[in-house]
């Protein structure tokens, strides 16, 4: 799995998305270990407070297949699905991938043009709490 296609599956979770009140689009395409991409996209509420993020769509859907190991993660979004600039997860986000992953589990921030931002878990979340680290 190349980057490029991680970012493509990414993309292409977008078209998936429900957002009757952002209209914002945001996809994800989580790479686990032994290549199975899970993809997700970002549900939302009339409550809004209920509204998962497209990251946390794709972890919850492979944390029930079992899956505990993920290499990668590539997210997208934008208004209506088009893409300006890099998508940086959300806090919330970065603390599940941190549930799961180790410090060089990698983040690709999809930009337009088929360009990317490539950033570790430890860069985008330093200094961070985990059961690993801090509960053994
Ligand atoms: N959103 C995500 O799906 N992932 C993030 O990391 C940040 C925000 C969604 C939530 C909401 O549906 C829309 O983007 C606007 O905040």
Partial sequence: MTPEKLCELAIEAMSHAYV???GYKVGAALLCADGTVYQGCNIENAAYGPTNCAERTAFF??????????TA?????????????????????RQVMREFC???FVIYMVD????????????????SFSAKKHMA
């Fill in 20 to 22: 009757p009140y952002s």
């Fill in 61 to 70: 859907k492979a944390v029930y297949d079992g899956y505990r190991d993920f």
């Fill in 73 to 93: 993660i590539a997210v997208c979004g934008g208004k209506d699905g088009v893409i300006t600039g890099p998508f940086p997860p959300c806090g919330v986000c």
């Fill in 102 to 104: 180790d410090d060089d």
């Fill in 112 to 127: 337009a043009g088929g360009k990317y931002e490539s950033h570790t878990l430890s860069e985008i979340l330093p200094h």
